[in-house]
């Protein structure tokens, strides 16, 4: 009797994980649990249609119905996307967190202008060079969207110059392993190696603003503790 009790209990419970199974299953893939709206942040209204592509997530679909790693790493292959995250927030909305990269630089290949990010990345075509980003000169290798620009280093520098003294570089160029810069209506700057870039562009701004309206041809800060201006 004891076996058979044991025997009717095992039952009995494969019987209700069976049932509790196919209710979720019913919940899941039912209208109640419909993707009713997909919202994107980080990027501007114009971006929303390109992300909502990629990720590949329709209104109407089951919101359990998708991986969400999946739909991330399909925007994380859009060129100009550093990092995604999809998110379920239940019971409806589908939420995709963007961080975009940010031009630093642009360069010309074949007559079209191409901005650059600070990891050498070609992130998208411009109909024209865009305003306050420099020029990058010396680049020896221009790759299509999506691909890097060889060296890396000058992108790298035109992002560790900062926004600010970026806005006021007409051209970084990179030539014989030495970085310099023009600054619009002002004086060159001299970098020399790209190491220390950005502890290099702070002495910049800082000769820059103490020199004010000072007519001078060039800023040397090769060597940061001992600035040198001509």
Not at 174 to 190: E, M
């Amino acid at each position: 009797m004891t076996v058979t009790r044991k025997r009717r209990a095992a039952r009995w419970s494969v019987l209700g994980v069976v049932v509790v199974a196919g209710v979720a299953a019913g919940v899941a893939f039912s209208p109640i649990l419909d993707v009713e709206s997909v919202e994107v942040v980080g990027v501007p209204p114009e971006r929303v249609p390109a992300v909502e592509r990629a990720a590949g997530i329709d209104v109407g679909e089951p919101i359990l119905g998708f991986l969400p790693g999946r739909a991330a790493a399909r925007v994380r292959s859009l060129p100009w996307v550093a990092d995604a995250a999809v998110v379920r927030d239940l019971p409806g909305t589908v939420r995709i967190e963007v961080v975009a990269r940010v031009a630093v630089g642009w360069v010309e290949a074949g007559g079209r202008v191409l901005l650059v990010d600070d990891e050498g990345r070609v992130i998208e075509k411009a109909s024209a060079a865009p305003r306050g980003v420099p020029r990058l000169s010396g680049v020896a290798d221009v790759a299509p969207v999506g691909g890097e620009i060889r060296p890396r280093a000058v992108a790298a520098a035109a992002g560790a110059l900062g926004a600010e003294l970026r806005l006021r570089i007409g051209d970084l160029a990179y030539s014989d392993g030495a970085l310099t810069a023009q600054v619009a209506f002002g004086p060159q700057l001299r970098f020399g190696s790209p190491e220390r870039i950005a502890l290099k562009a702070r002495v910049a701004a800082a000769v820059l603003a103490a020199l004010g309206t000072r007519p001078v041809t060039y800023v040397d800060v090769s060597v940061p503790a001992a600035p040198v201006s001509g």
